[in-house]
């Protein structure tokens, strides 16, 4: 397993933008595929995005499509989320999560393996 830690987040004015980051310890990184999820207060943990560890498969929530960007740079165990155009429905702890290459669902939490701690992220209208 791999040891995930979220940076990045914080305070924005609704249109702005944030960018976090996710770096993980091991070097298994590259093996594994990685998702950020995002959980508002009172609400269940909901998919945000999914790279794959080959960057072949980007995928994203239809709430975020075309706001926010995942990439990821294997070389620095690093994943970011880059988050445009943010609305005050954006509000939440923000999640990177590794998974493992097995088939399951990139869009289920439970199919992954190791969490960050989370980072606040809030939207003021």
């Known amino acids: 397993q791999v040891q995930l830690v979220e940076s990045g987040g914080g305070l924005v004015q609704a249109g702005g933008s944030l960018r976090l980051s996710c770096v993980a310890s091991g070097r298994t990184f590259s093996s594994y595929g990685m998702g950020w999820f995002r959980q508002a207060p009172g609400k269940e943990r909901e998919f945000v995005g999914f790279?794959?560890?080959?960057?072949?498969?980007?995928n994203y929530a239809d709430s975020v499509k075309g706001r926010f960007t995942i990439s990821r740079d294997n070389a620095k165990n690093t994943v970011y989320l880059q988050m445009n155009s943010l609305k005050p429905e954006d509000t939440a702890v923000y999640y990177c999560a590794a998974k493992a290459q097995d088939g399951s669902s990139w869009r289920s939490p439970v199919s992954f393996r190791s969490w960050g701690q989370g980072t606040q992220v809030t939207v003021s209208s």
């Open positions: 790279i794959s560890w080959s960057q072949s498969i980007l």
